[in-house]
């Protein structure tokens, strides 16, 4: 996880990549709604909506866990798997991506110019920012920093660092559970 920390420090999602191939969570996202807008019908009844939601997660689920668990099994130990790890754990991480975001506002916040700091927080927040003040604006900012550092950092790098006890050499484990 420190590989992938310190790609997403260093090049954050480049630009090019992202208009080349988009992101992860991106392609997540058209999964998320193509089954929202197929499922989640208002004709249906409460049950039958219900139940399409719990349809719908299962195979995002699948979706991500599948190939995920795959991957994980198939790389190889040591330093190439740990370097390998990093390299697909990257685009989980969004560390850059925060910083770059949150700056531009506070940038123009600290130079007093309100309604670039308003165009730069719509671009992290949902509501509507056009009647915010210089400090509304950077709360707003600063909220979003702080809901999606779990989703962008802590999470990714708590169950990155999960999935890498499988790097444990297999005789260490066994041996703990002989007596």
């Known amino acids: 996880m420190a590989v992938a920390m310190a790609l997403d420090i260093a090049l954050g999602?480049?630009?090019?990549?992202?208009?080349?191939?988009?992101?992860?969570?991106?392609?997540?996202?058209?999964?998320?709604?193509?089954?929202?807008?197929?499922?989640?019908?208002?004709?249906?009844?409460?049950?039958?909506?219900k139940l399409a939601g719990l349809a719908a997660l299962l195979m995002i689920l699948a979706l991500v866990c599948l190939p995920a668990l795959l991957v994980q099994c198939s790389l190889p130990g040591g330093l190439?798997?740990?370097?390998?790890?990093?390299?697909?754990?990257?685009?989980?991480?969004?560390?850059?991506?925060?910083?770059?975001?949150?700056?531009?506002?506070?940038?123009?916040?600290?130079?007093?110019?309100?309604?670039?700091?308003?165009?730069?927080?719509?671009m992290i927040v949902g509501r509507n920012p056009n009647h915010l003040d210089g400090p509304a604006i950077a709360r707003a900012a600063t909220e979003s920093l702080a809901e999606n550092t779990s989703d962008g950092i802590v999470a990714p790098l708590f169950w990155g660092c999960c999935s890498a006890c499988r790097e444990l050499p297999p005789t260490r484990r066994s041996t703990r559970l002989i007596p």
């Open 80 to 122: 190439p798997g740990a370097l390998l790890t990093g390299l697909l754990a990257w685009p989980l991480l969004a560390t850059r991506s925060l910083h770059d975001h949150v700056a531009a506002v506070a940038r123009p916040l600290m130079a007093g110019d309100i309604a670039d700091g308003r165009r730069a927080v719509s």
């Open 13 to 49: 999602w480049p630009d090019r990549l992202f208009r080349r191939i988009g992101h992860p969570v991106t392609w997540l996202g058209h999964v998320v709604s193509a089954l929202d807008r197929r499922m989640n019908r208002a004709h249906r009844s409460f049950r039958a909506r």
